[in-house]
């Protein structure tokens, strides 16, 4: 069965980084596009990024463009979110997800792993 | 930007039937997906381009789309049934666009 295991999140203050890891199983990780999303504290999804199967395309959420980096390591079947000149605003549980075949759609979530950022 | 707007909360009866709108600017030209979140848990996909249902999904989940207007329909609304739904649509100024999301509650 599909699994989507996030890693990294915790307590950080502004201006600093954070990364977070993101482990997949039960599927051919290399074949599938795969998404960032994340949700505030009692608020709605935001969509973060998305990254190509192979890597090489990544397309950005407007609020994190030049400072979120998404990149992936197959070999490994690992989604990373690289987080530099983290803001308050950016706190948040952040989930990876797999891409549906359909494009452009979540079909597997995970779990998510929580990201506070202190002024 | 692109932005998909959702009444923030809709009340039903058990058994009844249940339609969450999701409007945004000639959404019925693209594909709407639907996702499902119960308190303190994931999201769950239950309709993806437009009318379509992932494997798993009970068929008393279903989608249309006319217009502007996305719907997403539960046909005789179960307890269960009873959490946050976000429609999402693609657009090409911002890849991904999630609607503020619809509190469901049965009652």
């Known amino acids: 069965q599909v699994q989507l295991v996030e890693s990294g999140g915790g307590g950080v203050q502004s201006g600093r980084s954070l990364r977070l890891s993101c482990a997949a199983s039960g599927f051919t990780f290399s074949s599938y596009p795969m998404h960032w999303v994340r949700q505030a504290p009692g608020k709605g999804l935001e969509w973060v990024g998305l990254i190509a199967y192979d890597g090489v395309n990544k397309f950005y959420a407007d609020s994190v463009e030049g400072r979120f980096t998404i990149f992936r390591d197959n070999s490994r079947s690992t989604l990373y979110l690289q987080m530099n000149s983290l803001r308050a605003e950016d706190s948040a549980v952040y989930y990876c997800?797999?891409?549906?075949?359909?494009?452009?759609?979540?079909?597997?979530w995970g779990q998510g792993t929580l990201v506070t950022v202190s002024s | 930007s692109y932005e998909l707007a959702q009444p923030p909360s809709l009340s039903v009866s058990p058994g009844q039937t249940a339609s969450i709108t999701c409007s945004g600017d000639?959404?019925?030209?693209?594909?709407a997906s639907w996702y499902q979140q119960k308190p303190g848990q994931s999201p769950v996909l239950v309709i993806y381009q437009t009318d379509k249902r992932p494997s798993g999904i009970p068929e008393r989940f279903s989608g249309s789309s006319s217009g502007n207007t996305a719907t997403l329909t539960i046909s005789g609304t179960q307890a269960m049934d009873e959490a946050d739904y976000y429609c999402?649509?693609?657009?090409?100024?911002?890849?991904?666009?999630f609607g503020g999301g619809t509190k469901l509650t049965v009652l």
């Open positions: 997800g797999r891409d549906h075949s359909s494009g452009w759609v979540v079909d597997f």
């Open positions: 999402q649509a693609w657009d090409r100024s911002t890849y991904v666009t």
């Open positions: 000639k959404l019925g030209d693209k594909y």
